[in-house]
């Protein structure tokens, strides 16, 4: 029940923070009437973005759901794993580089790329080191993570010119929504969407990997396949988040446990009320950003580290008592 209150909890509470703050009362009216200066304001610029925060937040969400059921680990997740990371070097790559694509092409198979690579970079240094055992995945995801985020650095300073800002590029790195036009929402919504259905169709492949891979092998489940499958799928996941809303990170950690603590492990019910949790948290975390320092905004990706950061802590000691 909760999963499904966040989504319009946090679209309202995002309509009403900002440099302007409403009341309930001001915003349901401001949308009710699109003539005045404010509503206009209100239907051009602070729903789009308010509703594409919460598309990026169910994005991620979803991606750490899948990391954390193909890799069994409760503490996989976009940022921690460096998918986001790699994500967003090529994302950088493709806004500092001058390639043959164009780029609304070039900035998601290049954020792909990065996710996936990275992904698999971050699995198979954990698997020389200890197998997937939490320690080894942190480990992995942490070194790969830094020296992602050094190779991006190094891109910013080498790259960026006077044709590009490097404000506005490091404020995408630090995680930000920027206000989409109508059309630009829709085609977000509509990947969305698939991802949701992409993530839905593995639910019973990430069911039985939970069981151990003896086990969902005996139950005809072709482990290498479904976990590469699973991998690519993240990956695609992670990117379009990260080409949307830059580096945010504990949304993917947060959202699937408590999804799981509400509604059991089975991943058929867990995906899409992670997904609506994420929704919910990205939509509020948004809007405080917007509200904390006006006029100026803080970066998304901070404010969702200034709460996941300790719920990261607590799921670590968690995880930790169990042994």
Do not use: K
């Amino acid at each position: 029940m909760i999963a499904w209150l966040l989504p319009p909890l946090g679209l309202l509470a995002g309509l009403m923070l900002g440099a302007v703050t409403l009341t309930p009362a001001e915003a349901l009216s401001l949308l009710a009437d699109p003539v005045q200066p404010l509503g206009q304001l209100l239907w051009q610029w602070r729903l789009p973005r308010v509703l594409a925060a919460g598309c990026v937040g169910a994005l991620l969400a979803l991606g750490g759901a899948v990391f954390q059921g193909v890799f069994r680990n409760p503490l996989a997740e976009p940022y921690l794993l460096g998918s986001a990371g790699g994500a967003a070097v090529g994302a950088t790559v493709a806004l500092l580089v001058a390639l043959p694509l164009p780029q609304w092409l070039a900035l998601p198979l290049l954020a792909f790329c990065g996710a996936w690579g990275a992904t698999w970079l971050v699995l198979a240094l954990a698997r020389l080191a200890d197998g997937t055992s939490i320690a080894a995945l942190l480990l992995a995801g942490v070194a790969v993570a830094a020296l992602l985020g050094a190779v991006r650095s190094f891109l910013m300073l080498a790259l960026s010119d006077e044709t590009v800002s490097l404000q506005a590029v490091l404020a995408w790195a630090l995680g930000g929504v920027q206000t989409p036009s109508w059309r630009e929402l829709a085609v977000l919504a509509a990947l969305t969407a698939a991802a949701l259905g992409l993530c839905l169709a593995l639910a019973r492949g990430l069911d039985l990997l939970g069981l151990g891979e003896a086990v969902a092998e005996s139950f005809g489940l072709p482990v290498r396949r479904f976990v590469a499958l699973a991998v690519l799928a993240g990956a695609f996941v992670v990117a379009v988040s990260v080409v949307w809303g830059g580096l945010v990170g504990f949304v993917g950690l947060m959202a699937p446990h408590l999804a799981r603590w509400t509604s059991g492990p089975l991943h058929r019910g867990l995906l899409p009320r992670a997904a609506a949790i994420g929704a919910g948290l990205a939509m509020l975390c948004d809007g405080a950003a917007r509200a904390l320092l006006p006029p100026a905004e803080i970066p998304l990706g901070l404010v969702t580290a200034a709460i996941g950061a300790p719920f990261f802590l607590l799921v670590l000691a968690r995880e930790a008592r169990r042994g």
